[in-house]
């Protein structure tokens, strides 16, 4: 693995400049709105804007908080000390596959409910699926039905290929046999060695491998995310534009740089 810090985010994508322009200086707490439904008859393009905003935020600090997957793994003195118990090799790794896991899940999930915001799809959380939401994109939307399959299937290759109903949430570790790794890394913070398994080579190996994984996957997942909001540019610019015809305070006087 290397040292390099990787600056996941989603700077490179259109949609987010004609998302922050189309909101640009527009403060909740600078209008008498008293609820929700007075502001977003007032300007249901700035409600629209605002709920796109909480999405796409959400989805993009997905790919910062994955920042720290590396860093873990990067970590140079393991075992790690704990005031409470040392955390051995295999704790580890295990805690840093879990983590990498559920933030996997939660970029699906996100990716999920912000084309379902900005398409106005208004799908219910429980039928937030990509079953779902194939048999209405397939059509509507091809492209972004593409994006969301690669961003669907981010971290297959930490899961183990076993029956996948009864071992979804079992992860890989790589060591060959991750329960013979599981009992010599508590026997190294017992104090104990093991004669013919060097637990550090294995450590190693297994690290440098998780590592090459989980950046394949985060890049991968990264570019269909920035296809996937792009492929929204025009929707959304477009709708913004429609929401405000009629509304009180109009489109940003940024809005209208964005118009390819």
């Known amino acids: 693995m290397t040292n390099e810090y990787y600056w996941w985010g989603l700077e490179e994508s259109k949609f987010k400049g004609v998302l922050y322009d189309s909101i640009n200086v527009y403060f909740l707490h600078d209008h008498s709105y008293k609820n929700w ?3 977003a008859e007032a300007d249901p393009h700035m409600a629209y804007a605002h709920l796109t905003y909480v999405r796409f935020d959400a989805l993009e600090q ?13 970590v ?21 596959v879990d983590l990498a896991l559920f933030r996997f899940s939660s970029l699906r999930d996100i990716a999920f409910h912000f084309v379902n915001e900005v398409l106005e799809l208004d799908l219910p959380d429980h039928k937030l699926t990509i079953k779902n939401l194939s048999k209405i994109l397939k059509e509507l939307n ?21 029956n996948e109903r009864a071992h979804k ?38 690290r440098n491998k998780i590592y090459k994984i989980v950046v394949k996957e985060v890049e991968l997942a990264l570019k269909a995310c920035v296809d996937l909001v792009d492929e929204l540019y025009f929707y ?24 390819n």
């Open 37 to 39: 439904e007075e502001f």
């Open 62 to 74: 997905q790919f910062v908080d994955l920042r720290v997957i590396p860093q873990m793994l990067g």
């Open 169 to 206: 949430g079992f992860c890989n570790l790589y060591t060959e046999d991750d329960q013979l790794f599981k009992n010599i890394s508590w026997s190294e913070i017992d104090g104990m060695t093991t004669s013919g398994y060097d637990l550090v080579k294995v450590y190693n190996n297994s």
């Open 142 to 162: 091809p492209e972004v039905l593409k994006c969301l399959k690669v961003i669907d299937k981010t971290g297959i290759p930490l899961r183990q290929n076993r």
């Open 76 to 96: 140079s003195s393991v075992p790690v000390e704990s005031t409470v118990k040392n955390i051995n090799r295999h704790d580890w790794l295990k805690s840093i």
């Open 236 to 259: 959304y610019r477009d709708k913004h534009e429609q929401l405000s015809k009629g509304s009180r305070s109009g489109v940003s006087q940024h809005f209208h740089l964005h118009q």
